[in-house]
């Protein structure tokens, strides 16, 4: 079983909602911090969000606003609600687990995480 699962991706016009989802194993959910990052063709990955297990918070300056982290801790899940969307959202987003980042740590350690969902594609369109 994979230890990250995303889901949640689609297609909607400018303005719109999505929500994505992301399950995780216990053993990266009750420890450290969890993050969203994205990335669109020909662009770096980026982190959008994270959330730390004790209740930190991190989002990049664009999403601040519209976007909000929320956890489900029954579920092992971590949400990522994104309102207003942009074309500029656009792009595959992946869930990533680290056992010791804070929340904004793990938001600049990308090349330094090992643990990765496969992602899931946001398209917004103007």
């Known amino acids: 079983q994979a230890q990250l699962e995303e889901s949640g991706g689609g297609s909607v016009q400018a303005g719109g909602s999505l929500t994505l989802s992301c399950v995780a194993s216990?053993?990266?959910?009750?420890?450290?911090?969890m993050a969203w990052f994205r990335q669109a063709p020909g662009k770096e990955r980026e982190g959008v969000a994270a959330?730390?297990?004790?209740?930190?918070?991190a989002y990049r300056d664009s999403v601040k606003g519209r976007f909000t982290l929320s956890r489900d801790n029954a579920k092992n899940t971590l949400y990522l609600r994104m309102n207003s969307l942009k074309p500029e959202d656009s792009g595959t987003y992946y869930c990533?687990?680290?056992?010791?980042?804070?929340?904004?740590?793990?938001?600049?350690?990308?090349?330094?995480?090992?643990?990765w969902g496969q992602g899931t594609l946001v398209t917004v369109s103007s």
């Open positions: 990533a687990a680290d056992r010791i980042y804070t929340a904004p740590t793990i938001l600049e350690e990308a090349s330094t995480l090992d643990v």
């Open positions: 216990t053993h990266f959910f009750t420890a450290g911090s």
């Open positions: 959330s730390h297990f004790m209740g930190g918070t």
